[in-house]
């Protein structure tokens, strides 16, 4: 098909260097388990399901796909089949694409490069990009305006001074764990260096470059490893500025407009962008025994063909999104709106991607050195109903906590500077235990395990006192987070309201994060999570993916 070859050669496919990159970062990395994708396969308990019939075709997604739904029932609905998505980050698609068995037809992640990296087995083929978007920064209209970011180029040291002179704070996905990260930090680090020709490892050993990269992320108040969930937390938080993909600040502007909220100001970064290509691609020998293959491709074939028709390219702008480098389609002033900063006719460029050895580097810099340390307090729930595979679960995950080769394999190191703190918990709090850096922090591994099971569940007294310890504790700067390992049945004294009360009056913006074990009940963890920006995740099917997530969202 030639129509389908025109987005082959969009900035996505330039970072191929990348691919190298993150090749290397995951050799040896634990491959995502397949037991709940089985279940859902079992059960039908997709993400999002559309149309009915008994041609069912399975697409792995990244979260800023959702957007694109409409597109997909009305699809679904007129070919009288099934069509589910289940949504993943970029990184565990790629880990989906290097495991043995794939229960799914197709990939649909942010960009190129992670089908590139991921599928060393040479199983996907027939990808297209379906849209672009590039990684903007989003700025409160009247701050954009007060900054003199409306009337001409900004540059990166634009963005450092504002950080410098304490005038403006930003979101931000994890650069470890999201494509859209992934993408700012690099540009900020090619703008700071002067857009060189190449970027050296001479270069990363600069002190000033360092000193300059740790100024700028610390400009970030909160992270996520999706995009999309970056999005609502802006809409649901009191935030200066977003970096995320055009679509979603549009996307988000839609709702801050309809609420009467102050909209975003998009700025493109004049010396450090990159843009993603939102491929779709076909999964060859998934390793699924009993699957028509011939049948799946071609119900993808003419999912994908449906998508490249131009009256549903045209519909696919209308979401935000771009589906050619040269602009976009006219009568769409209403969606790319030039008074929130969209530029329809700005020449998008990449940046230049130095070796895989130098990209190596940089990530590992960022994750060992320059973002924002956590300061993370951990609630360990050793409760009588934790027993048996609920505390097994528990411990597993706390070896993947405090086993650093095993989290550096994952890029979710602790560093020199982070502080994690333990407390287990049963009908009281116990004391707690503190380790400063990954050496400490690798030296309470067996201490923290050897806490036995027994007793009620005191989980809102527990999350209280966190609370209030944070509140009086000095951060140094570092970003605070608490996350409960637990069953989620509070048996004990103290509520929900309770907490929201304490969490209120100490005036906490930390996010509560929760993994769930044993027979969990996420319902009173949801409420908590939510009040505080957070989220819950559950440990049970899938713990590395969890404790991955919990990590690129602190």
């Not at 089908?115 to 990808?127: A, F, L, P, T």
Request: aromatic letters at 6%.
């Amino acid at each position: 098909m030639k129509e389908r070859s025109r987005h082959n050669s969009s900035p996505g496919f330039a970072c191929r260097c990348l691919v190298i990159l993150l090749a290397l970062v995951i050799a040896g990395l634990t491959l995502v388990s397949c037991t709940a994708i089985r279940k859902k396969e079992e059960s039908g308990d997709y993400d999002a399901q559309f149309g009915r019939g008994n041609d069912l075709l399975r697409i792995v997604a990244g979260s800023e796909n959702r957007v694109l739904e409409p597109i997909l029932d009305a699809y679904a609905q007129k070919k009288k089949m099934r069509i589910a998505v289940d949504y993943r980050g970029s990184l565990d698609i790629m880990r989906l694409l290097q495991g043995g068995t794939i229960p799914y037809d197709a990939v649909w992640p942010a960009s190129s490069l992670w089908i590139s990296m991921g599928d060393e087995k040479h199983r996907v083929r027939d990808g297209s990009s379906t849209s672009i978007t590039p990684v903007v920064l989003g700025v409160r209209q009247t701050l954009a305006r007060e900054l003199g970011w409306t009337e001409g180029p900004v540059y990166v040291r634009d963005l450092l001074t504002a950080i410098r002179e304490g005038r403006l704070r930003f979101t931000m996905t994890s650069a470890t764990q999201s494509n859209s990260g992934a993408s700012a930090y690099m540009g900020f680090l090619y703008a700071l260096l002067g857009q060189p020709a190449e970027i050296t490892l001479q270069d990363l050993r600069d002190p000033g470059l360092q000193e300059d990269l740790r100024e700028l992320l610390g400009g970030i108040e909160r992270s996520s490893g999706s995009s999309d969930w970056l999005k609502d937390l802006y809409l649901k938080g009191d935030y200066d500025a977003m970096v995320n993909y055009e679509a979603l600040i549009i996307d988000a502007n839609r709702t801050l407009e309809a609420e009467g909220r102050e909209t975003l100001y998009v700025i493109y970064l004049e010396d450090g962008t990159l843009l993603a290509d939102s491929p779709l691609a076909f999964v060859t020998q998934n390793g699924e025994a009993d699957r028509d293959e011939a049948h799946q491709e071609k119900l993808f074939e003419e999912l994908l063909e449906h998508l490249l028709s131009e009256p549903v390219q045209l519909e696919i702008q209308k979401t935000g999104r771009r589906t050619d480098l040269n602009g976009v389609a006219p009568g769409l002033d209403d969606i790319f709106r030039a008074d929130q900063g969209i530029d329809t006719k700005r020449i998008l460029s990449t940046i230049n991607m130095p070796r895989a050895e130098v990209l190596l580097a940089a990530l590992e810099l960022y994750q060992d050195e320059l973002r924002r340390p956590g300061y993370n307090i951990y609630l360990l729930d050793h409760s009588g109903s934790m027993s048996g595979s609920g505390i097994r679960q528990l411990r597993a995950a706390l070896e993947l906590i405090m086993d650093q080769k095993r989290s550096g394999e994952l890029l979710l190191q602790a560093s020199e500077e982070e502080i994690n703190v333990f407390i287990p918990f049963s009908d009281y709090s116990h004391e707690p235990l503190t380790a400063r850096g990954p050496v400490e922090l690798e030296a309470l591994r067996s201490s923290v395990s050897d806490t036995r099971t027994g007793g009620g569940t005191a989980l809102f007294g527990a999350v209280e006192e966190a609370l209030k310890e944070l509140a009086k504790t000095d951060l140094g700067g570092r970003r605070p987070a608490i996350i409960v390992l637990t069953d989620g049945m509070n048996t004990a004294s103290g509520s929900q309201r309770e907490v929201e009360s304490v969490y209120r009056q100490l005036g906490l913006d930390v996010p509560i994060f929760a993994i769930l074990f044993g027979d969990a009940h996420a319902d009173e963890l949801e409420g908590l999570a939510a009040m505080s920006h957070g989220r819950v995740f559950d440990g049970r099917e899938d713990l590395v993916q969890a404790f991955a997530t919990v990590r690129g969202y602190n």
